[in-house]
């Protein structure tokens, strides 16, 4: 390897050691088998797993290797930014703050050509304009929910999430795909008729 080389490789493995601390954010949502929190790395891989499978329920065609880079890197700005519970109203008053300034450093790992489209692929999934970020964006809504149904609403008991919050949440899994919008608001209805939600 060349110098140049040398350093491209450097930046790919310190970014890629950077990413293990993904296993660290630990959000709301609770893992079925054990009594945790799931993390950020294990919400990626699960999304993964919902990509490969799913796919074909896509509203739109969809790049499948993109869905699944998107789905891997959705959630890398959380190292510096934190997670943000879905219904925290204060906290999601500077979420997009915190975390454009996390993908600034976080991506800014990487080489410039691998830098700018883990950047594109970020920006696309919050700007939820593509078929691939609409996908994926249907894909982080339903897995969580479905872990907290599976899960007899734990994390929404703790939290008294209402109905309400849940069904304006998910709205945007339509835009993904209306199968799993379908799915969802069919969970929805069960949890709440089972007095899981408020």
């Known amino acids: 390897m060349n110098d140049a080389e040398k350093k491209r490789f450097a930046d790919q493995i310190a970014f ?3 990413m293990d601390k993904m296993k660290n954010i630990y959000r709301q949502t609770r893992v079925l088998h054990e ?5 950020d790395a294990e919400h990626a891989w699960h999304l993964a ?5 799913l796919s074909e329920y896509s509203n739109e065609p969809v790049d499948l290797k993109k869905v ?8 890398v700005v959380e190292i510096d930014a934190g ?3 879905a219904y925290d109203a204060a906290g999601n008053a500077t979420k997009a703050e915190r975390e454009q300034k996390a993908a600034d450093r976080l991506f800014g790992l990487l ?8 950047r594109q692929l970020w920006d696309e999934f919050e700007a939820n ?3 691939e970020a609409k996908f994926a964006n249907a894909l982080d ?9 599976c899960k007899h609403g734990e994390s929404w008991k703790t939290h008294g999430t209402r109905r309400e919050q849940v069904e304006q949440r998910n709205q945007i899994v339509r835009e993904g795909s209306a199968v799993l919008s379908d799915f969802v608001f069919a969970l929805i209805q069960s949890a709440s008729e089972e007095g899981l939600l408020k």
């Open 141 to 149: 809504r339903v897995q969580p929910l479905m872990l907290n149904y």
């Open 35 to 39: 009594d945790r929190a799931e993390n």
């Open 68 to 75: 699944l880079a998107t789905v891997l890197i959705h959630d």
């Open 49 to 53: 797993m919902l990509a490969l499978v």
């Open 16 to 18: 890629l050691v950077e």
């Open 129 to 131: 304009e593509t078929p």
């Open 83 to 85: 997670d943000t519970y």
């Open 111 to 118: 080489p410039e050509d691998q830098a700018a489209y883990m």
